[in-house]
């Protein structure tokens, strides 16, 4: 049970001995299994222990769960890689960018569908580069994932690709780095380059242009440059854009007549936009689908006592949306600490009173660097506060006789 439980090294997506480890093994770790309170009670003391460990990193790893966001970025994603992936012509093939809130699982969804692309596109050509050069035996890599560097410069980028491939770029000169990146999504077979994080390019620098420049030309290598970051339109990456929510794009104004061949306008004719955003809750449609969710993560929890309802019934799915603004991440963390509780305190169950226990800290969440608009604002744990309504104006109302008025002064209704 204890392999099942401890979690090895964590891979490193950002070189290819690690991505490949991570895309084999992404769905390959088992829950704790289902057992009542009573089947628990007679177990020993240390098998508990184990038990409660194992539901512990099941609570820790939940499922990625398709929700109409995702399953239209998917839709859109799949299709565009593997278009660009069969056409023949030397032409520059158009790019995908991905842009939302923190926190949305933008990162997890692009890498999972590039994934399901490479295990797919290995299959086909039986795990065999189909551009290799005769008499070589140069590693095959469908996909290549990258984090843009937090100093984001032509060189540092070309050597953070680089460094993917595991390819030596020591003491190189930006040319020379250029030739290699070339060399090496071409070598390699590489079909698709996710660049992570990719507002950390800031265009009022011009080395940040620079390296855009430098992405550009690497569309024309038989590769789907795919960009991922928080709140694209408004970097400075694309011209400014506003979000139509009827339709669900970016509109962006058409250019004026003598900037038809400006940089802006290139990147954006050759990037589809896809903006992932939270789940919405105004609408029955809207409501409908966040409570699937809450039922299909409901279905991942190990807790004794929960009823079958307990994130889906009463109140509980207007209660989770306000904790979490309708943004998956903030729910599986909030679901994951409430779990926690739940077992140390023997309640084995989620609750209001539990969940208003629980403040969400997001400074202290380990992983990348924090860049700007990358941490989403927390809702409080407190219900709003009633807006208290002004008293009535009461100066003209009739409230009769005082009570110690001389009844023979009152006038003679009757008369």
Not at 191 to 219: N, S, Y
Not at 300 to 318: I, N, V, Y
Not at 362 to 379: A, F, K
Request: hydrophobic letters at 35%.
């Amino acid at each position: 049970m204890v392999q099942f439980i401890l979690p090895e090294q964590v891979p490193d997506r950002e070189t290819f001995e690690g991505w490949t480890r991570w895309r084999l093994t992404r769905h390959s770790f088992i829950p704790a299994p289902r057992i009542s309170s009573d089947e628990y009670e007679l177990m020993r003391p240390r098998e508990q222990q184990l038990h409660d460990l194992h539901r512990a990193a099941t609570h820790a790893n939940l499922p990625m769960q398709d929700t109409p966001m995702s399953n239209e970025l998917t839709r859109v994603m799949r299709a565009r890689l593997q278009n660009n992936a069969l056409k023949l012509k030397p032409n520059t093939r158009a790019g995908l960018m991905i842009t939302g809130g923190g926190f949305q699982g933008k990162t997890e969804t692009a890498c999972e569908i590039a994934a399901a692309f490479e295990d797919s596109w290995l299959d086909l050509h039986n795990h065999l580069n189909p551009n290799a050069i005769p008499g070589t035996r140069d590693l095959h890599v469908p996909v290549a994932y990258v984090q843009t560097p937090v100093t984001a410069k032509p060189k540092s980028t070309c050597q953070a690709i680089l460094d993917f491939y595991g390819a030596e770029h020591k003491n190189m000169t930006l040319p020379q780095l250029t030739r290699q990146v070339r060399a090496s999504l071409h070598d390699h077979g590489t079909r698709v380059l996710i660049l992570d994080d990719i507002t950390r390019l800031k265009m009022h620098r011009a080395d940040d242009q620079d390296t855009l420049d430098l992405l550009r030309a690497f569309m024309s290598m038989n590769t789907t440059l795919v960009l991922i970051g928080v709140d694209i339109p408004r970097s400075g990456l694309l011209r400014a854009g506003k979000y139509d929510k009827h339709t669900g794009d970016w509109i962006f104004p058409p250019p004026s007549a003598n900037l038809g061949d400006r940089k802006e306008t290139q990147t954006e004719r050759r990037f589809k936009l896809i903006h992932l955003e939270p789940f919405r809750y105004h609408t029955a449609a809207g409501i409908a689908a966040w409570t699937n969710h809450l039922d299909g993560l409901q279905q991942s929890l190990r807790l004794f006592a929960s009823p079958p309802d307990m994130l889906t019934g009463g109140r509980m799915p207007e209660y989770l949306f306000r904790r979490t603004n309708g943004v998956v991440g903030l729910l599986e963390l909030l679901v994951e600490e409430a779990c926690t509780e739940a077992i140390a305190t023997g309640t084995e169950t989620i609750t209001e009173q539990l969940l208003d226990s629980i403040a969400l800290n997001l400074g202290d969440v380990p992983g990348r660097p924090r860049i700007d608009n990358e941490i989403p604002d927390v809702p409080s744990s407190a219900p709003p506060k009633r807006r208290r309504s002004r008293p009535r104006n009461t100066v003209f109302d009739d409230r009769g006789l005082p009570p110690d008025s001389d009844s023979e002064h009152a006038p003679n209704v009757a008369s």
